[in-house]
């Protein structure tokens, strides 16, 4: 019996936990047996994929990491596949219900194993659109009316009555018309549901293109140096950079990895909030940082290195920038 | 994260709800029955029940209910209190003027039932289902500015409460740098910077409370923007240090109507959060952090007088830090 609790082992010890602390999404190894009708250099795999409440995970995919081996489950949850013995990571996908990952498996050749796989159901989680600031600049006073086009914003500083006017000052400041105050920057916070669903309005998700994102997949020990790496790139100074990293990097250092995706300028206009600025500046650049604190240097969408556009300030400049932390990047793979 | 959290426990609780015909108040705790018992005393009322944690058992993938021992039941003066044993029981007898009713024990959230009505020669039956309470805090977001007129060769060396997770740019023993205006240079790199930044986690905070009474503010959190300014002014931060604070706090406190808010100001914020070394001394130094707790209902067992702000004049080679925490409310019932 020993041998086949491998998986186990870690559950055990977790055997009775608190329930706030629930993993919600685990698999156990049933058995682990040598079966001379399974051929050479493969490896029979099946099991059960259940919900929570033990009810049966229907049209599930299974499949090794390239995807070059998956099968769906059945109506009572099976599923039954052929790996290959050099495998050495499945996983269990659904639209609806958690993502699992067995990392480094040895399906040893000639051996029959039943996994069984327990996840839960996904629900569309609020999200916060996080401390979106707004800096102006300008070499000459400049009065300037700001609208932000979003319905659900959740605090405003300084108030915000259908729209902010303020003057830009020498010093890189907003005097607000309405409290006759000084501020350094606008700032806003708004509410939005996060859902895998594509295309549901008010929600929000890594952006994809036919399955692609452009993204980056970072270790979080270099956050700092990613942070300042990409918004030196895409135009931020250092004020607004170190503004951006002590709000964002002690988040994303959570994890051992993460998950980042960049929204820049129209993309935060249509999946954030549009802003209509008057007079119109010269030169804009809003940037919109999504990301997911990973365990795991894995993401189940296909990635690629996006590239981020530089910038030049001139004149009246606006710069906005504001991010969310993301639960799950997975898109449909 | 927190958004899962309490998910969790939301259907954790509302699988405990269908299991069993029982009137609910709240969903952290149960009242099982309340009825007429002759055997208890005129001007009396009896409470009996039964604590417990949830657990979870990975195997079966069920979640079920065990006894929890050691937990406290208390009338909020602490006048009336029972512990439960092993069984997770207890029995206290309350009078029948009593009408509150907390339940405590150290790593798990605290349970208070308000406004009660405890019947004379009542027998009442109530089970406390605790959620566990992760008793780390962060020290969030001290920010320290500096300003002087001429250029000058600074050093910082700090050591704080707890365990040092972010600082930016990075503390390595100390940060050497150069002040000119309201600019920082850090020797190293030869970057600028607007402020120092760290942060910390620690389990050692704890409002300063003496004889249940506190000088601080309870405040309803519709004002707090109002509020925030006029201390922060009070205490000498001016409009870019205000507006870095109350963007980084509002949006927090605002999460409850209530709000127990009390400053750590200069040699508290030494002597509690962190020890800090400058050199050369600076002229004028304000050290600003704020506890707070958000609240439900004003309701608390706590007298709140109005926390003196002394008022701060920049000189000099000035100084400015501030952060803060937020406390659970557990940490009002010691």
Redesign the interface.
Known sequence: MKKYFVG?LL??A???????????N?Y?VVSNEFNKDVKVGTCLLSGKV?D???NPIQSGTIANLDRSRSCITDAKGNYSMVLSSKDTAIFFYHENYGEIVIWKFEFKSQHQVVINF?SDEI?D??IMVE?P?IYLYSDTETDVEIVLNHDAL??T?P?YNKGWNVQTTSAG?LLDKSTG?????L?W?ACLTESRRQGKSNSLNYKSENNLVQGFLIKSDST?SFLEHSLSKLGLN??EQ??F??YW??RM?QKEFAFVQFLVDEEYETSIAGLTVNPKPDSQRRIYMLFTPLEKPFVFLEYETQILPSFSRKGLTLIEWGGSEL?NPQLVP | ?K???L???AI?YSQLLIAGDISVLNQNYIIVSDEFSSEVPVGKCLVVGTIQ???????T?S?EQ?PLAGGLVSTLDRKKTATSDTDGKFKLLLDSKDTSLFFFKKSFEEIVIWKYIFKSQHKVTINFLP??NSAMMTVD?P?IYLYSDSELKTEIQFTCKGAL??T?P?YNDKWEITVNQNKITEIKSG?????L?W?AETNELEFEIENQTMNGFLIKTDSV?VFLENSLATLGLN??EQ??F??FW??RI?SKPYALVQFFIDDLYQEKISEMTITPTPDAIRRVFMMFTPLESEEINLTVLPQKLNSFERKGFTVVEWGGSEISTSNLIP
């Open positions: 186990f559950l055990g977790l055997n009775s936990v608190h329930a706030e602390s629930i993993m919600r685990y156990t259940v929570m409440n033990g327990f629900s989680l609020p401390k600031v959740s605090f500083y108030v400041g105050k000084e501020y350094p920057y700032f916070e700092v250092e004020k170190t503004d990293i002590t990097a002690p250092i639960g | 994260m958004n899962l959290f998910l969790s426990v954790c944690e949830t657990t979870f058992d990975y195997m993938a979640r065990v959620g566990i977001k920010v997770t972010f930016y990075e970057k600028t910077y607007p402020y930044f942060e923007v409009s870019t507006t870095d109350i963007t509002a949006p605002i």
